[in-house]
């Protein structure tokens, strides 16, 4: 889609700052584009460092925040100019809107963006902005709910013989834990999880669950599972992005962790 406009990218683990660093030099951008956490791997990067890598090349941070929510992260306040949110997900919370959201201190990027705005037109109706709204007030708690479930939920998946991996940022295991630890007042309601078995096993759990709904999006009051190589994430198989075949990832909803963890021992265990 980019291509179209004459613009390209190039993937990077941004957890390696030397990397980016490299290849900024490489290959100079306007843009330095992260997610943290990442979808569906909840791979972390240190958005402060970036920042700071960033800027030295000229280059614009954007943070895609939408896993975090503001309740979670604040990458403007560690440096990034400008942060983006699927307003659909945690901000919305009920499944109900679609939209996204732009946010930024930089005034001149404020004065670029508006003006786009206006000229092509890309902005909700009156009701898509009450429904985000109505989600915006019961953020807080929604998202105290979503963290402490998904936790319980990584702890008993952690558990599973199986199991093969757990990939949840709350974890100590997890790489990027003390990242996240640093600049998250909260690990968020999104987990996912490696099937021992393959690719089958993995479609044959996310089949089998009862309370957590087989579909795609996430960060709704409901709990839903997916199998992201088949799902959202099929578009980039043979890429750089492509995702392992075994994964299941899981939004975390704010229905009674105990119900949770007993649809998915016995997914797991139907195996």
Wanted: aromatic fraction near 4%; proline fraction near 5%; glycine fraction near 10%.
């Amino acid at each position: 889609m980019l291509a179209r406009w004459g613009l390209d990218y190039v993937p990077v683990h941004l957890s390696d700052l030397a990397a980016v660093r490299r290849c900024l030099a490489d290959r100079p951008a306007r843009v330095v584009w992260v997610e943290t956490p990442t979808n569906p791997l909840l791979g972390i990067a240190d958005i402060a460092a970036l920042a700071e890598v960033a800027h030295e090349a000229g280059a614009l941070l954007v943070v895609d925040n939408t896993f975090a929510s503001p309740r979670l992260q604040r990458p403007l306040v560690l440096g990034a100019d400008v942060v983006v949110h699927s307003t659909t997900k945690y901000l919305g919370g009920h499944s109900d809107v679609v939209g996204g959201a732009l946010v930024t201190a930089d005034a001149e990027v404020a004065e670029r963006a508006a003006f786009l705005r206006n000229a092509t037109g890309a902005v909700p109706g009156p009701f898509e902005s009450w429904l985000t709204l109505r989600g915006v007030r019961t953020l807080a708690v929604r998202m105290d709910r979503h963290c402490d479930s998904a936790a319980q939920v990584a702890d008993m998946l952690g558990r599973h013989p199986a199991v093969a991996q757990v990939l949840y940022p709350g974890l100590p295991s997890h790489p990027g834990h003390a990242v996240a630890a640093g600049q998250m007042s909260g690990f968020g309601g999104m987990v996912s999880f490696r099937v021992r078995g393959g690719e089958e096993a993995a479609v044959a759990v996310c089949g089998r669950t009862r309370l957590f709904t087989l579909a795609e999006s996430l960060g709704g009051v409901e709990s839903l599972i997916e199998h992201p190589s088949r799902m959202t994430h099929a578009s980039v198989a043979g890429s750089p992005l492509e995702v392992s075949a075994d994964l299941v990832r899981l939004s975390v909803g704010l229905e009674d962790y105990r119900d949770l963890l007993a649809d998915l021992e016995a997914a797991l265990a139907a195996g």
